[in-house]
């Protein structure tokens, strides 16, 4: 019972990083929807991994474990306001960049440290969202691409999502169009199908391509009606008139 319990902590913990992380990473049009999806979906993934653990309880993942708790935690450890010092016996960061970089450093290092464990796996994702909050887009961009090809579909649909938002700060619109539409066409837990048609159409409508922006709008409508992301699609589409 005891490990059960240690393991449910680990499983929020690890959630509540993960959602933060992304949000501040992934341009969501769907602010509301896409916390509870990701909430939802997360603890998914983390309970695949934990299955595994069952047949792959060796002390090497575990030290990768504990480490890989202590890094989440340094995601989840606030930004102090501009100008506003330390404050002795709380634990905060200057800026949301310099967060990340501590929490990078920690992630690499399990990496580094633990490569064939399935905690590495969800580590290396880390260190991609951690590298496009640091604007190291290269860096970002590599660690991500090797999340998108994982194993395991789950984590693959969230390094998609986080790979295209990097590939759109870097204006590489044809790969964001591409990842985007693999996600609509083959969706997984992490990442549905109305999420990536959310976030294609946000960005034509960035892009100042209303008629792309509106064709997904209204596929959005026809096939979620009287959902959150209709009445969101709704919305954006009153903008063009």
């Known amino acids: 019972m005891r ?24 341009h969501w049009t769907v602010e509301h929807q896409s916390k509870l999806i990701l909430a939802a979906v997360v603890v998914l993934v983390v ?8 047949y792959y309880m060796n002390s090497l993942d575990q030290k990768a474990s504990a480490e890989f708790s202590v890094a989440t935690r340094t995601l989840e450890t606030p930004v102090r306001p ?8 709380f634990d905060s960061f200057a800026s949301a960049k310099e967060r990340a970089t501590a929490a990078r450093k920690q992630f690499q290092a399990i990496l580094d440290k633990y490569p064939h464990t399935r905690t590495a796996d969800m580590a290396r994702y880390f260190v991609g969202l951690t590298s496009s909050q640091m604007e190291d887009y290269p860096s970002a961009e590599r660690d991500l691409q090797d999340a998108a090809n994982a194993s395991n579909q789950d984590l693959a649909g969230l390094g998609r999502f986080a790979l295209a ?20 066409d083959k969706p997984t837990m992490t990442v549905s199908k109305v999420t990536a048609q959310l976030e294609l159409a ?3 409508q960035n892009r100042q391509k209303p ?9 959005i409508q026809k096939e979620n009606p009287s959902s959150e992301a209709a009445s969101i699609a709704q919305q954006r589409v009153s903008q063009f008139k």
């Open 82 to 89: 501009t100008g506003m010092p330390p404050q002795p016996g």
């Open 211 to 219: 008629d792309e922006a509106k064709r997904i709008y209204d596929q």
């Open 202 to 204: 946000q960005f034509y």
């Open 3 to 26: 490990a059960e319990t240690r393991h449910q902590l680990k499983e929020d913990r690890f959630s509540k990083a993960a959602i933060g992380a992304a949000e501040k990473t992934v």
């Open 165 to 184: 938002s990097v590939y759109r700060a870097e204006n590489k619109d044809a790969q964001a169009i591409d990842l985007y539409k693999q996600l609509i």
């Open 47 to 54: 309970a695949a991994i934990g299955v595994g653990g069952w």
